[in-house]
């Protein structure tokens, strides 16, 4: 059985074209029909690997069940390199072979490449690393407008409210993130995005001029 696993960052976000990309990726590798492939979902916010569709693939690889676990990017399966490392260590350990289609990388448990190895580590830290700057950008972005003084007058913009004439950001504002990477990505319209956030298109174009302010 091949395992394709998928997880995205929100309830809200779809998870097709992993799951599209995996199996396409899973059947051409290994000349196998849709009925050897388990899809396993993951839809979460967390950063780490306390994830139940993860976890039940875990358990099935060390089961013996699964011979191969195929995902779209190293950032889909772990969000740092300890994680990524005890998961590969996990997946080997148990005879599976660990491919990423983005990277380009297939780690097999009979391999003993201290090279390849240290690669497959490497781009663990870029992936981690990546999901860092992110959130700087974030926290740069909203230290920037609060600088700016036409922020201190009129409406605070989607996802933030005002505290004392200071640009804070709104209980809505990772939603309101997500929402617009959503659109930027395709995966939706700016319509769904605007009733999804109850606002207007004309907002929803504002705050995609705006990429500093929500991290993008």
Known sequence: MIACYTRVSTEDQNLDRQIDATQKYARETFDVGLDELKVYRDKSTG????????????????????DAVVVNSISRIARSIRDLDRTAERISEHGAELHII????????????PYQRAMF??????????????????????????????YHH????????????????????DQVCATLEMVTKGNLSKRKAAAEL??????????????ELYGR
């Open 47 to 66: 950063t780490d690997t306390n994830r139940s569709a993860y976890k039940q693939m875990m358990s099935d690889v060390e089961g013996g069940g699964i």
């Open 102 to 113: 983005s990277e380009g990388f297939t780690l097999r448990p009979e391999d003993d490449d």
């Open 121 to 150: 580590q490497l781009l663990g830290v870029f992936s981690e690393l990546e999901a860092r700057m992110a959130q700087q950008r974030t926290k740069e972005g909203i230290a920037v407008r609060q600088r700016n003084e036409d």
């Open 154 to 173: 009129g409406p605070a913009p989607l996802g933030f409210e005002k505290d004392d004439g200071v640009l804070v950001e709104a209980e809505n504002y």
């Open 198 to 211: 109850q606002t207007s298109r004309a907002t929803i174009d504002r705050c995609l001029n705006r990429r």
